[in-house]
């Protein structure tokens, strides 16, 4: 157990945020599995400002998943600030992206582009904590470095700590890596022994091996998983099973594979109506019948299903 400011986290497993995976149902079935800690998919506090109504999916909460925190981008601190108090109520955390390498975020100076911008980075750190003071922590998710002629984030991360970030997710990749290659864990180790706040390791968690050596090589005081629960929120428990007592947990058999793809289906039409969710469900549905046999059959008979009905009965079939 840990705390980010007065908010405890009771186990070192978190989970990173991911548009377009980690929206509300699927945070409450990670949750279930025992998830530390869950953040929103991040949300542009100038869309909130002006009110985008895209945006109430995306900031849903709901107390089964607290501790959550709310991940704004953004690179306005007096927006980010009036925003972040606006809203505070419903949330555990306010957590600034850091981190996001998507070209329309960059090219506006938010994102990963604070990376290169430390004092921009830090006012807005600033502004939030002033406004909201210390009722809820604010956290940023950060890179090693915009690129690697600019591997800052020890030195970034302290002028965060200072200007009154409670903790510190940090992906071990820069900007220019996007999501591939070798995460870096000696610059983690570097960051998580520079700063004083709690620091989340992030990058390349595949396995329960891969998370019990992160831990241990950075020092860090959790982890978030992050495409590793694709399909797979099981991993959640086993990767806590195992950090916290040395114990490996079966794997989901396949009827639990399929009860739960029953139920997410469910959760999500319920949530988003049956014709937003299905388009965005067949990722998640293809994600659970990875290795299984039938599973391409499934992949491309899914891309017709257009009702409820329909995709049950593909189910049923596997
Ligand atoms: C599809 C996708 C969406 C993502 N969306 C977000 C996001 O909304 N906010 C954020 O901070 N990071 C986002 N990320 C980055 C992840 O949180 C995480 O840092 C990254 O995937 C590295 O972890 P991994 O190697 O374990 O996947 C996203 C990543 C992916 C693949």
């Keep these: 157990m840990f705390k980010i400011g007065n908010i405890e986290i009771k186990n070192r497993v978190c989970v990173a945020p991911m548009a377009g995976i980690t929206d509300l149902p699927y945070r409450i079935i990670l949750k279930e599995m025992g998830t530390s800690l869950l953040t929103t998919e991040l949300v542009s506090a100038k869309g909130i400002y002006y ?46 992206n850091m981190g996001c390498p998507v070209l329309k975020v960059v090219r506006n100076g938010e994102g990963a582009a604070l990376l290169k911008n430390e004092s921009l980075a830090c006012r807005i750190v600033e502004s939030i904590v002033r406004v909201i003071g210390d009722e809820k922590p604010v956290t940023c998710k950060i890179r090693i470095g915009y690129d690697n002629n600019h591997i800052n984030a020890v030195k970034f991360s302290k002028a965060l700590e200072s200007a009154g970030a409670k903790a510190i997710t940090i992906h071990g990749r820069t900007k220019t890596e996007l999501y591939s290659g070798e995460c ?8 998580k022994s520079s700063v004083k706040i709690p620091i989340i390791a992030n990058g390349n968690i595949w396995n329960i091996y891969d998370a019990k050596s992160m831990l241990e090589e950075t020092g860090a005081d959790a982890i978030a998983l992050g495409r590793a629960v694709k399909g797979n929120p099981w991993i959640v428990k086993e990767c806590i099973e195992y950090i916290e007592n040395d114990k490996i947990i079966d794997r989901p058999t396949k009827d639990e594979i399929k009860k739960m793809m029953y139920r997410h289906v469910d959760d999500e039409i319920n949530f988003k109506g049956e014709m937003k969710a299905i388009s965005e469900l067949r990722h ?5 019948t990875h290795g299984m046999e039938n599973s391409t059959k499934f992949r491309l008979e899914l891309n017709s299903a257009d009702t409820k009905e329909k995709i049950y009965s593909l189910i049923d079939k596997l």
């Design 51 to 96: 009110n985008n109504p895209n945006n109430k999916i995306i900031m849903a909460t709901d107390k089964k998943e607290s501790p959550v925190a709310l991940q704004l981008f953004g690179a306005d601190p007096i927006i980010m600030s009036l925003v972040a108090n606006n809203v505070k109520d419903s949330y555990d955390i306010i957590d600034i």
């Design 284 to 288: 998640h549905l293809a994600w659970y």
């Design 184 to 191: 870096h864990r000696d610059v983690i180790k570097d960051v």
